[in-house]
């Protein structure tokens, strides 16, 4: 069965940090994109970051550039979002999703159960 199981979320005041990982597995982790996507309260799951473990090509929404860091781990099956200089904004249930055929432009085809991230100012 195809899991992914995510970690490393807390409460944390602004400005400090977080690494969040994503382990996978049920799937042939190289043929897939890797996401992570951020529900804060009342408002929809939107993309924050993604690599590509085909080629460790990587995306991040503007809100992030320069404060978060994805990377991948093919040995271990794991994507990690390191995240610095933390904002309240930032707040919210962080999912990570794997995309097939590393294609992620579109939806993912599976997603993990969330770590819940609390950024106090």
């Known amino acids: 069965d195809v899991q992914l199981v995510e970690s490393g979320g807390g409460l944390v005041q602004a400005g400090g940090s977080l690494r969040l990982s994503c382990a996978a597995s049920?799937?042939?982790?190289?043929?897939?994109?890797i996401g992570w996507f951020q529900q804060a309260p009342g408002k929809e799951r939107e993309a924050v970051s993604a690599?590509?473990?085909?080629?460790?090509?990587?995306w991040y929404t503007d809100s992030v550039k320069g404060r978060f860091s994805i990377s991948s781990d093919r040995t271990k099956n794991t994507v990690y979002l390191q995240m610095n200089d933390l904002e309240p904004e930032d707040t919210g249930t962080y999912y990570c999703?794997?995309?097939?055929?590393?294609?992620?432009?579109?939806?993912?085809?599976?997603w993990g159960q969330g770590t819940q991230v609390t950024v106090s100012s």
């Open positions: 999703g794997a995309f097939a055929d590393n294609n992620w432009y579109k939806r993912p085809d599976y």
């Open positions: 049920g799937f042939t982790f190289g043929d897939y994109a």
């Open positions: 690599i590509q473990n085909s080629d460790g090509r990587t």
